[in-house]
């Protein structure tokens, strides 16, 4: 049990001392936040089962002396294990959505979450959604935030973990989505034959070996099939724009988030003209291509 500092009594007592302690280990931030005091107010309001916008003066309001020890605890394990706060409470926030996490699941942080908030505007009139996949859809959030933005949508979710697959159904539950998400384990497309989408909405590992190698130990916390794509990083993105195209409808899209190996994808297909989206959020490296752009190119996903 770590030691808890005389005088900290109220939330942002422990937001404050949480920040310091973070800035002081010199921890990385990228799995929903950027920098040390939002980490720790993320951290505390999660496991207080509070909201992000919390009001500014509730802040003030004193802890119980066990919940002022379990907050210690986990600020504790936040320094000396390099443990993602998603991790610690076993929540993230996604698209303005809770979700349910643990160590088998990436935390979710996709750019993408911007395109759902919009209905994919201007790219595709959500009106007309009538199907969407979530492709290595880890915990489902992506999908699960397209079943909620997009009512009248029905949603597959698939990945290849089958306990990946267990906490995508428990939040699919969380949300009350049950009658429109479905679960579905298959290797990329190989278990969706004769299944088509208007929309196909992937965040696949795409770090490559060496990549991988350089990365702070709490993208280490998170489960290797989530992450690594191969030597460019390249497996998995290629066999999905090599298939993609069967999965859509004639005015289906694919959005497609490449992160670090945007460079890379570019150079092994130059004749492409890729389009790449554009976040008032941040991020990169997510591309968007239609079925007919990828028909037109299919030989050359083919061969690269």
């Given at each position: ?49 509070l ?33 993602p ?23 979710p ?12 505007d201007?790219?595709i ?34 990945d ?11 939040n ?53 099939l ?20 069967r ?47 990828i ?6 996903f083919?061969?690269?």
């Amino acid at each position: 049990m770590a030691e808890q500092p005389d005088g900290l009594v109220t939330i942002q007592d422990f937001i404050r001392w949480g920040a310091s302690r973070f800035n002081k280990a010199a921890l990385f931030f990228g799995h929903g936040t950027d920098n040390a005091l939002d980490e720790a107010a993320q951290l505390v309001l999660q496991s207080l089962h509070l909201a992000p916008d919390l009001p500014a003066s509730f802040r003030d309001c004193r802890l119980t002396p066990i919940e002022r020890v379990t907050l210690s605890d986990l600020i504790e394990r936040r320094v000396t294990e390099r443990v993602p706060a998603a991790y610690l409470t076993g929540r993230a926030w996604f698209a303005g959505l809770e979700f349910l996490v643990n160590e088998q699941v990436l935390v979710p942080r996709s750019p993408i979450a911007e395109l759902i908030e919009a209905g994919f505007d201007p790219w595709i009139d959500g009106e007309r959604v009538g199907r969407v996949l979530d492709l290595c859809t880890g915990g489902g959030c992506i999908g699960i935030a397209a079943a909620v933005y997009l009512p009248d949508a029905d949603v597959d979710l698939v990945d290849l973990s089958p306990s990946a697959l267990e906490v995508a159904r428990r939040n699919v539950e969380r949300h009350g989505v049950g009658d429109r998400v479905r679960v579905l384990e298959s290797d990329l497309f190989e278990g969706l034959s004769g299944n088509r989408y208007d929309v196909i909405l992937s965040n696949p590992p795409y770090v490559s070996d060496h990549e991988y190698l350089g990365l702070p130990m709490e993208y280490r916390r998170e489960p290797e099939l989530g992450l690594l794509g191969g030597e460019d990083g390249l497996d998995v993105v290629m066999r999905i724009l090599r298939d993609a195209g069967r999965h859509l409808t004639d005015e289906g899209i694919l959005i497609l988030e490449v992160g670090s190996s945007a460079p890379e994808l570019e150079r092994r297909i130059p004749d492409v003209a890729w389009t790449w989206l554009e976040f008032e959020r941040g991020g990169e490296g997510v591309l968007l291509l239609t079925r007919e752009q990828i028909e037109l190119h299919q030989n050359q996903f083919e061969e690269a």
